[in-house]
């Protein structure tokens, strides 16, 4: 995995100012290229032009990130102080949120939600600070627990957090106890309350009546140890590994699919009109989604394998790509979602963010028919509370052009020479074998996504599947 081991992380130097909205200029228009005259103080708009202002990258929602990590040096002490705590015992997605929280990704948030941020995040999609301003907070980070453990846990102020084998994780101090409504949070997340979604299911429906909230330390980092762990790089590490590239500007491309040549020319597109802007190093952060996904998404293991292919491949450049995984467990919540996406970028240092058709979406889970409208997110995006900083990039659709065999933007005065080859006839295709129109993925790339497939079929016909190298 050399390919992708040697994109590590930092911040850019020079942040951009942006009209009132926070759309930057449309990807399909020309752009003249930018002043790149710099300034200090804050971003100014001048003339109605987008300029390059000098200084650090831009700063975490609050101002700094919170990292809720135990010192090394107490870490014993507070490991034996968790033993002795009424214990509530987490599962796999609780520990993805434990690792969101403790890394600083929903900066400034200091742990579990308390009911007061938690109705913040589900009534209005912020979250008020100290200093009276508003960071984006669009989905719920709660903790769960049922009538049994509210009834342990009693009077008591704090308590800890442990994984199956009730090793100790985390403790939770200052601890509040509320009620869970899961109607009012699932209607209210998603929009709908109809059955069949897959976070809900997974983690919604069978948990407990009541939430508790309270500020984390997390006793030692979290790990998987799934051989990927040296890619979860966390918004501090991010941030220094941009400002080890000199990188000016950083732009966030979220994904929890396999990478094809339509989204490389999104990405490639991108930079080169970052250049045309005045921006000297713009860097990719190239960011799979790494926590919990639906069944039929590809495993995270199979998508970093075919995502090395293609910096191997040289469909996107190493020098100028930083490949991480993103831990965040996946909603499917649609504009909802997309908010919690780009807000956490911000905080690992990205100034600009990449939105395409329907983000965070999936198909009805009744009817034939998305859940979301496809332009609702860059829309949300673009007007959010507590994302104003944040330079929102709407890409334009690509497709397989007939007449130059390879992905290009879709040209409308032309549409008989493009084919739209959707996930499901991507994933047809893989599992039969069968190649795609030369162009459309690179070939290592599309390679892996066969061997998945051949892996899945092997396993129904009683095989078992070879394990992915890591």
């Not at 509370?385 to 890409?395: H, Q, S, T």
Request: hydrophobic share 35%; net charge neutral; glycine share 8%.
């Amino acid at each position: 995995m050399a390919a992708i081991t040697s994109l590590s992380l930092k911040i850019p130097s020079k942040i951009q100012s942006l009209p009132k909205t926070h759309f930057t200029i449309p990807l399909n228009l020309p752009i003249k290229t930018r002043s790149t005259r710099f300034y200090s103080g804050s971003p100014r708009i001048h003339s109605g032009s987008t300029r390059i202002i000098s200084g650090l990258l831009i700063q975490p929602d609050g101002g700094k990130l919170v990292e809720l990590f135990v010192e090394e040096s107490q870490r014993e002490l507070k490991r034996e102080e968790a033993y002795k705590l009424p214990q509530i015992k987490v599962n796999k997605i609780d520990i993805e949120w434990v690792h969101v929280l403790s890394e600083g990704w929903a900066s400034p948030l200091k742990g579990f939600m308390r009911e007061n941020e938690y109705l913040q995040t589900l009534h209005f999609n912020c979250i008020r600070i100290d200093d009276g301003s508003f960071v984006n907070m669009s989905v719920p980070i709660v903790l769960a627990i049922d009538d049994l453990k509210k009834d342990e846990i009693g009077g008591v102020t704090s308590v800890a957090l442990v994984d199956d084998e009730n090793n100790p994780i985390a403790i939770l101090s200052d601890i509040e106890i509320y009620k869970h409504n899961k109607e009012e949070r699932i209607a209210r997340t998603w929009g709908t309350t109809a059955p069949g979604l897959p976070y809900v299911d997974e983690a919604i429906t069978h948990a407990g009546n009541w939430l508790i909230g309270g500020d984390l330390k997390v006793i030692d980092p979290v790990k998987y140890h799934d051989g990927l762990d040296r890619f979860r790089l966390s918004p501090a590490e991010l941030r220094d590994e941009f400002t080890r590239r000199n990188a000016d500007a950083v732009f966030a491309f979220q994904l929890r699919n396999p990478v094809h040549n339509g989204h490389a020319l999104l990405m490639t597109d991108t930079r080169r009109r970052l250049l045309e802007m005045g921006y000297k190093n713009p860097i990719l952060l190239l960011h799979p989604l790494g926590g919990y996904t639906k069944a039929d998404d590809v495993p995270l293991h199979w998508r970093m394998k075919q995502h090395e292919k293609v910096l191997e491949d040289g469909v996107l450049d190493p020098e100028t790509t930083v490949v991480s995984i993103f831990p965040s467990p996946m909603h499917y919540a649609g504009p909802t979602e997309v908010q919690w996406h780009a807000k956490a970028r911000i905080n690992a240092g990205a100034n600009f963010y990449i939105v395409g058709r329907d983000p965070a979406g999936m198909g009805h889970p009744l009817e034939k028919r998305d859940l979301y409208d496809a332009d609702h997110g860059k829309k949300v995006l673009s007007m959010a509370p507590g994302l104003e900083r944040l330079n929102i990039l709407p890409f334009r659709v690509a497709a397989y052009d007939k007449t130059k065999n390879g992905m290009a933007f879709f040209d409308p005065s032309r549409p008989q020479d493009f084919i739209f080859i959707s996930g499901t006839k991507m994933r047809t295709l893989a599992k039969n074998k069968e190649n795609p129109p030369d162009g459309f993925m690179c070939p290592g790339g599309w390679k892996v996504l066969v061997e998945y497939y051949d892996s899945l079929a092997s396993a129904e016909n009683g095989r078992v599947a070879e394990p992915v190298p890591s």
